[in-house]
């Protein structure tokens, strides 16, 4: 009983857990592509671990009432696991490696997947020390940086 208790917490933590290592992130970031094209959003790419505290930090911020609504309305996301450093690092090239300075790391591209914005400088980093208004204020100005270079 015990045992299975155990395994069904286990299975539910796994399941909360933001990155799925056995997504396809080159056919997510496509569908997504086609998806900013009709709805007039730019794609909010934000490279992450599953490991990594400040990507699960992120993660849980963009899961409060008035981040969700910021993502929700201003981008398409998608989650781009990098796993150990070893997982789709050549999307993250494609992006121009903002995962150098470490993660989570965010790209925001047009609906032509040009490059609108990136935290090439290790922005998000410390995500688990940032406010969840904090994080709203981070991504809404990317947002509307993003609409200027758009």
């Not at 993502?71 to 150990?84: C, P, Q, R, T, Y």
């Not at 999307?91 to 591209?109: Q, S």
């Amino acid at each position: 009983m015990l045992l299975a208790a155990l395994l069904a917490h286990a299975g539910a933590q796994a399941g909360a857990l933001p990155y799925d290592p056995a997504a396809d992130a080159k056919r997510d970031v496509q569908r997504a592509l086609r998806a900013s094209k009709s709805a007039h959003v730019p794609v909010l790419l934000v490279f992450g671990a599953n490991w990594c505290e400040d990507c699960r930090a992120l993660d849980k911020a963009f899961q409060t009432p008035g981040n969700a609504e910021l993502i929700a309305h201003e981008f398409k996301l998608v989650k781009v696991d990098v796993g150990n450093f070893d997982r789709n690092l050549d999307i993250a090239a494609a992006y121009g490696d903002p995962i150098t300075k470490g993660i989570p790391a965010a790209v925001i591209v047009s609906p032509d997947n040009r490059i609108l914005y990136s935290t090439r400088a290790g922005e998000l980093a410390d995500a688990r020390r940032m406010s969840a208004a904090g994080i709203h204020d981070f991504f809404a100005q990317a947002a509307q940086a993003a609409k200027t270079v758009h």
